[in-house]
């Protein structure tokens, strides 16, 4: 199976700082990514697909680049709803795997 | 609108079975490979099975092969999954997702079950 490694596990930072999350493939998975926003207590919310699309209503000021085995999701300027833990997924033909998450704290 | 609605989460003895549906509407449901993904306590977010729209092809991840079963009723919209010789390591919210054909990402997800597994 398709090993993810996010880093960093937790991540502090201020409103209005540009923060950048990695997520590692044990093998190379194209551009078969997407990053996801959960906060507690609440369903995920899938922000990038396919590695650096935008999901609709999502704000610009997120993105994501990447592709074989490296993967980035930048915040250019945290907002205060921004705090929240984030996952990126892999696909590929017969399975789906989750990084292990990000947590997002205000400092 | 498209709705997922879980339902059958219980507290089970380890060892017992469980089955979880996903009641879904706003889309042709025929059309979508749909997956579970489970979260336990204060952890990540882990994949646990998909299935093909048609309900043709299905995937396990490892930690739930030969004990969990995926399924689908499209005359129904709904989506299933069958639980058996469950361990305290399942004990988990269970969200059922709606995959997008293009991405296969997860745009909707359900609010989720919850599953305990405890003696």
């Known amino acids: 199976d398709i090993q993810m490694t996010q880093s960093p596990s937790t991540l502090s930072a201020f409103v209005g700082d540009r923060v950048t999350i990695t997520c590692r493939a044990s093998q190379s998975i194209s551009n078969w990514l997407a990053w996801y926003q959960q906060k507690p207590g609440k369903a995920p919310k899938l922000l990038i697909y396919k590695a650096s699309s935008l999901e609709s209503g999502v704000p610009s000021r997120f993105s994501g680049s990447g592709s074989g085995t490296e993967f980035t999701l930048t915040i250019s300027s945290l907002q205060p709803d921004d705090f929240a833990t984030y996952y990126c997924?892999?696909?590929?033909?017969?399975?789906?795997?989750f990084g292990q998450g990000t947590k997002l704290e205000i400092k | 609108e498209v709705q997922l609605l879980e339902s059958g989460g219980d507290l089970v003895q380890p060892g017992g079975s469980l089955r979880l549906s996903c009641a879904a509407s706003?889309?042709?449901?025929?059309?979508?490979?749909m997956s579970w993904v489970r979260q336990a306590p204060g952890k990540g977010l882990e994949w646990v099975s998909g299935?093909?729209?048609?309900?043709?092809?299905?995937y396990y991840a490892d930690s739930v092969r030969g004990r969990f079963t995926i399924s689908r009723d499209n005359s129904k919209n709904t989506l299933y999954l069958q639980m058996n010789s469950l361990r305290a390591e399942d004990t988990a919210v269970y969200f059922c997702t709606k995959e997008s054909p293009y991405s296969h990402s997860c745009a909707y997800w359900g609010q989720g079950t919850l599953v305990t597994v405890s003696s």
């Open positions: 299935i093909s729209g048609s309900g043709a092809t299905t």
């Open positions: 706003g889309f042709t449901f025929s059309s979508y490979a």
């Open positions: 997924q892999q696909y590929n033909s017969y399975s789906r795997t």
